[in-house]
């Protein structure tokens, strides 16, 4: 028996694992993961066609079947939403809004235990409502809160975790474009996932806070509060940071009350931020830089989802997602325990790779093994192993996943926002900030746990809209 | 995990050959910019007509739809030009000089033959909807330039895979830590500092000092 013959002999789910293997190799060795995810789908298709139809048809068909899927998969309406997330936060830098905000923060909320720690997770949060991105967030805040903190006297550790930790708050508070991603990869609807983040990115913003006043409250010298202003002196900082909460009304109206798309309320806000930026004196030279930066970003961002989506038309061929979801079912332990190794697992994935290449590249394989460890695809909260609906946790999972990914841009070794706040405060080394932003890694792990524990905090928003 | 990294260039054909292209490819990015650019408005005023006058554009979904392969691929080859694409630097971010090149034209010529079957077989998906006049559902744009870019854009892609292979054979050649026109792995520190700079530049006009 010849090599071809026995590769045609094959069962599917060797073929998929055998395919699966090599597209990891592809991504170890530095291959860009949206091309080593299209070619391990290509040569996956070509390797089942030409099982069932000899080399030369299988082939063909496998070329004819690859070339439709760039052009039809990136024409989904759905994704239409990424490109106007992605121009508001280029955009927003422009419009003026952090110092805003920052400076409302202070006033309102500056007279607590750690007053300026708590302002400045709030105004990150805040910040958050107009950009999907944690490594810009932390980049901004590194340079207006950290000089702040230092003058009243912080410690310049905590200064910049609290800036490093703030950051991760972007991806979960709308717009996020990693919840859209995560969406489209999973098949649920888009408005429901960005509502269900709203809650979860707000209780962590809690979270945070609470972890802040009980550090200043046990902590000597930890820097005062900042106290002395006045009421009058509070309502006029708002005017300034109030483009921040016309966008979230968009954003809330659009979705929540159904009266437009995502996509419309995404353009609707980052009209609303162009019309400022150009108020602030952003010229046609500012705005070329945040267009080319909005389509690179974009370009990558459609890159990644086409090339995966090519490996997961293979994997459905190949069967290899319900393998793995009936080994998964299959194993002898709780549910709930095996869903807890799996996030374990994305927590170690996490330190290695990027956020949106690690969901990328095992949604297509996870995700129906989670909707099958819950019970399966139409089954009710009653009958579920997690208590919610097979929507709900797809919802809950997709929530999890991401605030799980964010957790990784804190860790080391290459927690991204860390050396972001380094990079742009120098007197602060890497190891300054991996130590300064250690009391919000058990912060982040406390919000996970309730998270995992208490799927209402995602959920009811999204069945109040009627979406799960 | 890689932005944006750094090109060196020199006098050299290739350095010259890498400019003029990357002019090419940043027209093409500017052009997608400008689509997105197009959808904020033609969404926003879809929105607002429908709104205010309960006039929405007629065709909207249709549009948007065909806009959209515009501003997933014109870009393309930039993004790989300036090392945009998102890959795994675990491994590669550990070697240097001649394993790194070979590593790296390993990794190059591999896109490059994905790409070109992916040309191919866009090219004969544009093909079929250009022969029989396909058009969107709505409004009846044709559907055939929007799945033309595809084979387009990945042709100005495998063009600028093809300067890559070049570049690396020279530095597999050459040795060295410094090779031109292609993107040079930088450490994660290095990355965010340069990407903190160029978002703090933008940061300080906003707040207009």
């Given amino acids: 028996m010849s090599l071809f013959e026995a590769l045609g002999q094959m069962d599917s789910i060797s073929i998929g694992l055998w395919v699966t293997g090599l597209m990891l190799v592809l991504v170890v060795i530095g291959v860009r993961v949206a091309f080593a995810a299209a070619m391990a789908g290509f040569m996956g298709l070509v390797w089942i066609f030409s099982a069932k139809m000899g080399f030369d048809r299988g082939v063909l068909v496998a070329i004819k079947m690859a070339g439709t899927i760039p052009h039809s998969k990136v024409s989904t309406l759905s994704l239409s939403l990424i490109p106007t997330f992605i121009l508001i936060g280029f955009l927003a830098y422009h419009a003026g809004l952090t110092r805003a905000l920052f400076e409302a923060a202070k006033r309102w909320v500056g007279w607590l235990p750690g007053g300026m720690g708590v302002a400045t997770v709030l105004s990150a949060a805040g910040f958050a409502a107009v950009s999907g991105a944690s490594v810009a967030t932390s980049a901004v805040f590194a340079r207006i809160a950290i000089p702040e903190m230092l003058k009243l006297g912080y410690d310049k550790r905590f200064a910049a975790g609290v800036v490093a930790a703030s950051g991760t708050l972007a991806s979960l508070i709308p717009p996020s474009a990693i919840l859209v991603i995560y969406a489209i990869i999973v098949e649920q609807d888009v408005g429901a996932l960005l509502m269900a983040g709203f809650l979860p990115g707000a209780f962590s913003a809690l979270v945070y806070a609470g972890m802040i006043i009980l550090m200043a409250k046990t902590r000597k010298d930890f820097g005062p509060p900042v106290t002395g202003y006045n009421w009058a002196q509070r309502f006029e900082s708002l005017p300034a940071a109030f483009p921040i909460f016309f966008v979230v009304g968009i954003i809330v109206v659009c979705i929540y ?212 | 995990m890689s ?128 022969q029989i006049g396909d058009s969107s559902m709505d409004i009846n744009l044709p559907i055939w330039p929007a799945k033309l870019v595809v084979p387009v854009a990945l042709s100005i892609l495998a063009l600028r895979l093809i300067l890559q292979i070049w570049a690396y054979s020279r530095a597999v050649i050459a040795g060295g830590d410094n090779p031109i026109a292609v993107p040079l792995i930088e450490d994660a520190a290095a990355v965010a500092a340069a990407e903190a700079k160029s978002l703090l530049g933008q940061d300080e006009m906003g707040e207009g000092k």
Wanted: charged letters at 10%; hydrophobic letters at 55%.
């Fill in chain 1, 257 to 468: 009350g159904g009266v437009g798309t995502p996509t419309e309320a995404g353009s609707l806000g980052a009209f609303v931020i162009l019309c400022i930026a150009l108020k602030k004196g952003m010229r046609w030279n500012e705005l070329k830089g945040a267009l080319m930066e909005t389509a690179k970003l974009t370009v990558m961002i459609f890159t990644i989802i086409w090339g995966v989506l090519l490996y997961v038309r293979f994997l459905g061929f190949a069967d290899l997602p319900s393998a793995f979801s009936d080994w998964i079912t299959s194993l002898d332990q709780s549910p709930m325990m095996t869903l807890v190794f799996i996030l374990l697992a994305y927590a170690v994935l996490g330190m290695f790779m990027d956020a949106i290449g690690m969901l990328l590249l095992t949604l297509p394989v996870v995700y129906p093994a989670v909707i099958a460890l819950n019970g399966g695809d139409a089954v009710t909260a009653a009958d579920s192993a997690f208590g919610i609906s097979s929507v709900g946790c797809s919802i809950w999972f997709g929530i999890i996943v991401v605030k799980m990914a964010e957790f990784c841009l804190i860790t080391p070794p290459i927690g991204l926002n860390c050396f972001v706040v380094a990079g742009v405060r120098p007197e602060c080394s890497v190891q300054d900030v991996f130590r300064g932003v250690m009391p919000f890694f058990i912060a982040d792990a406390l919000t996970i746990a309730a998270l995992v524990a208490m799927p209402g905090i995602v959920l009811w928003l999204p069945e109040l809209m009627g979406l799960s």
């Fill in chain 2, 3 to 130: 932005s944006s990294s750094r090109v060196l260039g020199d006098d050299s054909y290739l350095s010259k050959i890498d400019r003029l292209f990357l002019r090419l490819e940043t027209v093409l990015t500017l052009a997608g910019g400008i689509v997105i650019f197009l959808l904020v408005f033609l969404a926003t005023a879809n929105v607002l007509g429908r709104w205010i006058f309960s006039l929405p554009i007629s065709g909207y979904i249709d549009w948007v739809e065909q806009a959209m392969a515009f501003f997933a691929f014109l870009g393309i080859a930039y993004t790989q030009r300036e090392g945009g694409h998102i890959r795994m630097d675990m491994l590669v971010g550990k070697i240097q000089g001649r394993p790194l090149w070979v590593t790296e034209l390993v990794s190059v010529i591999l896109m490059l033959s994905v790409t070109l079957v992916l040309i191919y077989g866009s090219f004969l998906h544009f093909l079929r909807a250009y």
